[in-house]
């Protein structure tokens, strides 16, 4: 009796739909229109979904720091916490594209949210490094469901002439994460540490779970989707691309060419993508179709993507980095992390109200380019520099962020539909990895530039200081009076103010390395930027030449 319940809930139910209101592809939810108050309970769920979701990688990245010493861990091992979420959740959407089109959206919807709450909670009985491992890899799986769950409640609480713009906040819903988490998430870790965090997580998990119980989304149109050699594809293609994330994640901590195993793990990742790509590219019906991926638009797509995710790393690597270098903690930067939500809401709510299908590069073009000019703003910092000094730079990029986003899935996702509804999968892995790997890669980018130029920078300010220059010896003199109280040996407070000059010298280059880091992201980002206009000028000269042949004709 129990399990025959248990089956009728999970079965989807039998709907009658007009011919326009059947989904766009197996998988996908259905688009028949709803009352008023039922849009209204799908766009809260949808925001519910969304924030749990982006919240379950994002407290975890913002308080690295603490939950480092909560757990006594060291630097590269606390990294790999939103490193195993990464590297389980980027390719894990090749497998639930195919589960929801065969076992459709109600099991697929129940099962995963509950496996994620079931996963959130096994968080609270983590006691050491490998526990916390194993179980935030295991939610980097599960939580993948909730990004797909945001996108169908968002799309469902809009009417059908608004879907593609539901699409778009669904997208940009989970974004809004980041500075959210680091809004509150200081007073949760107060409250009970890291426990905290995840009994937060928890909460949330079940409320979304409760949600979903209670509205469901309109069911899908179901087929067989799995094939043998799909599980084959996805073991050398998702090891690989996690290998591949490992890299990013860790490579800047323990340092490139200072860990033997980064070496390895290059050496295993890169055949076996080479293997998943071969076996795809002779399949009849390919998980990953390689030939429509490497077309020309499908690649600058890729390279575009990639390089917006690298210069909107600005952010969360660049300008956080530094205000926390110059001794800025999290309640000085409350104001700072609430205009950035701001901002974020304002993209995500600005991109789906200015969405043109007919013109998708122009916002994405529009969005680098204001990255570039405020990190070329930012490059200006001193060490007077503090938030406040930022609030509009920050907004602008922030802003940037949650706008691009919507148009660049809705580029790649409508060249798929017009080549089938097979090409979707592809799609949706090609932008899970460059989304995933682009944001790894920008920090390891970012922050191996800014190593090696602050070692260039200190190098270069150590050589100007020398012991006989008579500014040198007061400033050492002045830094070693500070301890008269408590040294009474003259070359105790010379040493001591030594030492205070030599951090002075560090914190110096580490500016000035940081602000190398602006430029180069203002460079990057100005580049991208000339080459999506380059692209849209040259369409724009072809479109008025065939435009002439055919009046000629």
């Not at 509150?184 to 009994?199: C, E, H, I, N």
């Not at 270069?460 to 003199?477: D, E, G, K, L, M």
């Not at 602000?515 to 000269?541: C, E, K, Q």
Request: glycine share 8%.
């Amino acid at each position: 009796m129990l399990f025959a319940r248990i089956r009728n809930f999970l079965t989807e139910e039998e709907w009658a739909f007009a011919p326009h209101e059947r989904a766009v592809m197996p998988g996908s939810p259905a688009s028949p229109e709803h009352p008023f108050g039922r849009q209204v309970a799908y766009g809260t769920i949808a925001v519910l979904v969304g924030v749990t979701g982006g919240l379950g990688n994002a407290l975890i990245s913002v308080n690295l720091t603490t939950l480092q010493g909560s757990l006594g861990l060291d630097p590269a091992e606390i990294a790999w916490l939103p490193t195993a979420y990464v590297m389980t959740n980027t390719s894990i959407n090749l497998l639930m594209i195919k589960f929801r089109q065969q076992y459709g959206l109600r099991p697929f919807t129940m099962i995963f949210l509950a496996l994620y709450a079931l996963l959130t909670f096994a968080h609270l009985f983590v006691r050491d490094f490998a526990s916390a491992i194993a179980v935030r890899a295991a939610s980097g799986m599960a939580a993948a469901a909730l990004s797909s769950l945001c996108l169908y409640y968002m799309m469902q609480a809009l009417p059908a002439r608004w879907r593609l713009k539901g699409l778009v906040l669904g997208i940009g819903i989970p974004q809004c994460a980041i500075p959210l988490a680091r809004l509150f998430s200081p007073d949760l870790l107060a409250m009970s540490q890291w426990r905290a965090l995840y009994l937060f997580e928890l909460g949330l998990a079940l409320l979304s779970l409760a949600a979903v119980s209670l509205l469901r989304l309109p069911p899908t149109e179901r087929r067989p989707a799995f094939e043998r050699m799909d599980f084959v594809t996805f073991v050398l293609f998702g090891t690989s691309v996690a290998l591949f994330a490992a890299v990013l994640g860790e490579g800047r901590i323990v340092w490139w060419t200072s860990a033997p195993w980064i070496g390895w793990a290059l050496l295993i990742a890169i055949p076996m993508f080479a293997a998943a790509l071969t076996i795809e590219h002779h399949r009849a019906n390919p998980l990953l179709n390689t030939r429509w991926l490497g077309s020309a638009d499908i690649m600058r797509f890729a390279v575009v993507t990639i390089m917006a995710r690298i210069v909107l790393s600005e952010q969360t690597y660049g300008a956080v980095g530094l205000l926390t270098m110059l001794g800025q903690n999290n309640d000085q930067m409350q104001t700072l992390f609430v205009i950035i939500l701001i901002a974020s809401v304002a993209g995500v709510i600005a991109s789906a109200v200015t969405l043109n299908v007919e013109k998708l590069t122009h916002p994405v073009m529009l969005s680098i380019g204001m990255v570039a000019i405020a990190a070329f703003i930012d490059s200006f910092s001193t060490n007077l520099t503090r938030a406040p000094e930022l609030y509009l730079t920050q907004a602008v990029i922030a802003f940037a962020a949650t706008f691009f986003l919507g148009p660049a899935l809705l580029f790649g996702m409508t060249r798929a539909l017009q080549k089938g509804t097979g090409h979707v999968i592809s799609f949706i892995a090609l932008f899970g990895i460059v989304n995933s790997l682009g944001g790894l890669g920008g920090a390891a980018l970012l922050g191996t530039y800014q190593t090696i130029a602050e070692k260039a920078h200190s190098a270069a300010i150590v050589q100007t200081i020398s012991p006989t220059n008579p500014t040198v010896t007061a400033r050492i003199a002045t830094g070693g009076a500070a301890f008269g109280r408590v040294l009474g040996d003259n070359s105790l407070r010379t040493t001591e103010g030594a030492a205070l000059l030599s951090q002075t010298a560090t914190r110096e280059a580490n500016i000035l390395a940081y602000n190398d880091t602006f430029r180069l992201i203002a460079v990057l980002a100005a580049l991208t930027t000339a080459y999506l206009g380059f692209l849209l000028m040259r369409r724009s000269y072809r479109e008025r030449r065939l435009a002439r042949l055919k009046a000629v004709t």
